[in-house]
């Protein structure tokens, strides 16, 4: 079973601050993916990562993919009380004839307070 | 446009009774299905998922099965509840390794 290990856990910052979400594993994924999920609903994707050392840029946030393709994080510059919410890596893999699976770490669970 | 159906919403059973839920996909045909589950705050645990009707890969012992009986319907179910059954059951459609999609959920309470 491939893990993913998010860390930390739990944030909990002020307003305006800078933040960084980290997405580790001992193995390779062929892609990584990071939702956002709010109380009470389905989590909802933010990007995918696909090729090694790959960076995306979503407004406030930006998304880098390592270049063995191991890990991901996630940097919010400026976060805001919106941003407030549990932030989930999760990673494809290959498990066998046409099956793919989506593993999930156990999420990062962000508040902003104003 | 693709939707995801799922319910009920909130579910509330005694320990022992049996255990349905069920999850449909609307606008697309044969897309891999996924239940998970997820304790308060955390990360999703993957339970089931299929590429196709018949299908049906688990990833956790448990005392849950899954059935996909139609192309874009997919059941969860148990002959009997355990009081660590309950959780946040979550359902969701995929194109292979592309984005995936959720339901809404289904609050489940075994007291």
């Known amino acids: 079973t491939q893990l993913l290990e998010q860390s930390p856990q739990f944030l909990s910052i002020q307003e305006g601050e800078n933040l960084t979400v980290y997405c580790n594993s001992s193995?390779?994924?062929?892609?990584l993916q990071w939702y956002r999920q709010e109380p009470g609903e389905g989590p909802v994707l933010l990007v995918t990562?696909?090729?090694?050392?790959e960076v995306k840029k979503l407004k406030r946030l930006t998304f880098q993919f390592g270049d063995a393709r191991k890990d991901s994080s996630l940097h919010i510059t400026a976060a805001q009380p919106g941003d407030t919410g549990l932030y989930l890596c999760?990673?494809?893999?290959?498990?066998?004839?046409?099956?793919?699976?989506?593993?999930f770490g156990k999420g990062t669970l962000l508040t902003v307070n104003p | 446009s693709q939707t995801i159906h799922q319910w009920p919403a909130t579910l509330v059973q005694p320990v022992g009774s049996p255990l349905s839920l069920e999850c449909t996909v609307e606008?697309?045909?044969?897309?891999?299905l996924y239940w998970y589950r997820q304790a308060a705050g955390r990360g999703l645990q993957l339970l089931f998922y299929?590429?196709?009707?018949?299908?049906i890969s688990s990833e956790v012992p448990q005392n849950l099965s899954a059935s996909r009986p139609q192309d874009r319907q997919f059941i969860l179910s148990s002959k009997k509840l355990l009081l660590s059954d309950s959780g946040f059951y979550l359902c969701?459609?995929?194109?292979?390794?592309?984005?995936?999609?959720f339901g809404q959920g289904t609050r489940l309470t075994v007291v």
């Open positions: 193995s390779v994924f062929s892609s």
């Open positions: 990562v696909v090729t090694g050392g």
């Open positions: 299929s590429v196709g009707i018949g299908q």
């Open positions: 969701a459609w995929s194109r292979r390794v592309a984005e995936a999609f």
């Open positions: 999760a990673g494809w893999s290959y498990s066998g004839g046409s099956n793919y699976k989506l593993t």
């Open positions: 606008g697309t045909s044969n897309p891999n």
